[in-house]
């Protein structure tokens, strides 16, 4: 893609638990490291989550 190394793929579901809330509201995961926004989802939640868009430095995923 970009020579970017990530650690989650466009399209996959990951196990996650959200460790902190984003500015807009969004529930915020971690996959090593790399941050994942996720409508709807609350701090404490663990969750899996499918990744609908990855961008430069962060992806964006939905519950599943």
């Known amino acids: 893609m970009d020579g970017i190394n ?11 638990t959200i460790d902190a809330q984003g500015a807009k509201g969004d529930g915020i995961a971690h996959v ?8 709807g989802a609350r701090v ?6 499918k990744i609908t ?6 992806a964006i995923g939905e519950k599943v």
């Open 44 to 49: 404490g939640e663990k969750i899996k989550v």
């Open 6 to 16: 990530r650690p989650v793929e466009e399209g996959k579901e990951y196990e996650v």
């Open 32 to 39: 090593e490291g790399f941050v994942i926004f996720i409508a």
């Open 53 to 58: 868009a990855l961008k430069r430095t962060f």
